[in-house]
């Protein structure tokens, strides 16, 4: 897997350099100089960490293989099972790392940039691994697929998902965009908005959101970023920023159950209520709308 990214490489630095012209020539204010660079480092930081990481997980999946219960093969029609099937655990661990506080403080720091650009696709965890997100996968080659053509296709699909990390291209062909991710799904992904917030976990395929009720199609221009951005861009605070803070607040938990939220709970969770989950901003936003539509005399309207 890591050498097909690593060849990889020169094609992402080219096609963000493509697209830092359309931006000048266009004058689009789709970066900033100090963004992209900790993106970059980032993405550099991913790659030189997945070089000890990669072979741990090799291992746990060679492992795992010796008790496969089908022998699948490399045939044709098993590496077309093994698209839908490695895209439908994507979409899982994707979705759990928006629901779950743990995988949330690898996952928050490709949604960190305040920019939607291809610098923001290289902007990626580097805890991701060593806090167990590919134990996700572990049931591709327990039932049969082998270790090889599971980090293949993990690689096919961050490829495939570097290029809709773009504002250039504003929507593709209907049926394309009913079935396959697009810029257009991911850009409302990536945005703070409460609408959108938690919606089109896909990889490659939409089909996944669509069917589980995460899709929102993009209407109004996302605003990028987090619900609570940080001022930061320095590359070692980006990468374990939410980590500090979910020890601090094992620290102050109040009781073992408090602790059990803080850690496992969604992002936003809070023993006393201080801080808002992604549903809670929903809400909220919800009953405030409702408010604005349907004022009662005398009655000031609540901002959001």
């Not at 690593?6 to 100089?33: Q, R, T």
């Not at 996700?136 to 980090?151: A, C, K």
């Not at 992904?189 to 896909?202: E, G, M, Q, T």
């Not at 979910?246 to 602790?259: H, I, V």
């Amino acid at each position: 897997m890591a050498d097909i990214i690593h060849y990889a490489i020169p094609g992402f630095i080219l096609l963000l350099l493509v697209e830092v012209g359309i931006a000048v020539k266009e004058n689009k204010d789709w970066f900033e100089a100090r963004d992209t660079f900790s993106s970059l480092a980032m993405g550099i930081g991913n790659v030189i960490i997945g070089l000890f990481t990669k072979g741990v997980v090799l291992a746990a999946m060679a492992f795992v293989y010796q008790f496969r219960i089908f022998e699948i093969g490399f045939q044709w029609w098993a590496w077309l099972l093994l698209v839908f099937a490695e895209d439908f655990t994507y979409y899982w661990y994707h979705r759990v790392s928006h629901s779950s506080r743990y995988f949330w403080a690898s996952h928050v720091v490709h949604h960190s940039s305040r920019r939607y650009n291809l610098g923001t696709a290289l902007r990626q965890t580097w805890t991701g691994e060593i806090a167990g997100g590919f134990l996700f996968w572990l049931w591709l080659p327990l039932l049969g697929f082998h270790p090889s053509m599971v980090f293949t296709m993990q690689a096919i699909s961050l490829l495939y998902q570097f290029w809709i990390h773009t504002e250039a291209i504003s929507k593709m062909p209907y049926a394309f965009e009913l079935v396959f991710n697009t810029p257009s799904h991911h850009r409302v992904h990536h945005s703070s908005d409460i609408k959108y917030l938690d919606k089109n976990h896909a990889g490659i395929f939409i089909i996944w959101d669509r069917f589980f009720g995460t899709f929102q199609e993009e209407e109004e221009h996302p605003v990028y970023g987090l619900t609570k951005n940080i001022s930061t861009y320095n590359p070692l605070r980006i990468a374990f920023h939410e980590w500090a803070a979910m020890l601090r607040d094992l620290g102050r938990a109040p009781s073992w159950r408090a602790a059990f939220g803080y850690l496992f709970g969604p992002p936003g969770w809070s023993h006393d209520g201080s801080r808002l989950t992604t549903a809670q901003l929903r809400e909220k936003f919800r009953k405030s709308t409702a408010v604005e539509k349907n004022p009662v005399k005398g009655e000031i309207k609540q901002p959001v």
